[in-house]
């Protein structure tokens, strides 16, 4: 089974042998592969009927529809698990993920491995509030787009504005270079936008600017 390199760094950040439920599975890829090679037993879900078939084909293909159950859910809604068992929800954006992490099922989980599509920093100050502390943070880089992949437990954290923006763990890393100079060069093109009479916008832009220069400095 083939994975794409995000797919691919989600499962390694998967321990084996654990249940995996996996929100939003799209078409089985990732929960075909932890069967196969890290024996995983797996939940797939998905609210959408045609994703389904698919992920149920391939699962057929791979002869393995004895080992993943595939349910049909809006999130956490219809889907059950036993305690301990690993969340997989990526792809999706931050408040569809933190909607489906209101639910009380939740604190079932061991570890939950996210990976959001935008708003990171939000993402993280709402994950924290919610009383979860980050464990790992890994940078992926495929199809000329930035990923950012987390992995989280239950516990009490607290982050700075600075920390959400740029990723408490993130910042102890150097190969988060690319990723700090493309954000850079993003937010350097949104200030010279920004008309100069909207001074609070512009300074709230200029700080990100200033934390991402900081940042690539130390790792001159």
């Not at 439920?21 to 959408?48: E, F, M, P, S, W």
């Not at 698990?81 to 569809?96: C, D, E, H, L, N």
């Not at 990723?179 to 300074?203: A, G, T």
């Amino acid at each position: 089974m083939h994975l794409s390199r995000r797919l691919r760094a989600i499962a390694d950040m998967i321990p084996k042998d654990k249940v995996v439920v996996d929100i939003g599975c799209d078409h089985a890829l990732l929960d075909i592969y932890l069967t196969q090679n890290q024996k995983n037993k797996c939940i797939a879900c998905d609210v959408r009927p045609n994703v389904l078939e698919i992920a149920k084909k391939n699962i057929i293909d791979a002869h393995l529809e004895h080992e993943i159950l595939l349910v049909q859910s809006d999130g956490l809604k219809d889907v059950s698990f036993p305690k301990g068992a690993v969340a997989v929800i990526a792809g999706m954006g931050t408040s569809t993920i933190l909607s489906i992490l209101n639910s009380s099922k939740v604190d079932l989980f061991s570890e939950l491995i996210i990976q959001t599509n935008n708003d990171w920093a939000f993402f993280r100050k709402g994950m924290s509030r919610k009383g979860f502390q980050l464990m790992e943070e890994q940078i992926v880089f495929e199809h000329n787009q930035y990923y950012i992949l987390m992995k989280w437990i239950k516990g009490k954290s607290t982050y700075n504005k600075k920390q959400c923006f740029l990723g408490p763990i993130l910042m102890t890393k150097r190969e988060t270079i690319p990723y700090y100079n493309h954000l850079l060069k993003q937010y350097q093109i949104i200030d010279s936008k920004i008309p100069k009479r909207h001074v609070m916008q512009k300074h709230r832009v200029r700080k990100k600017i200033s934390w991402l220069q900081k940042e690539l400095k130390k790792r001159l």
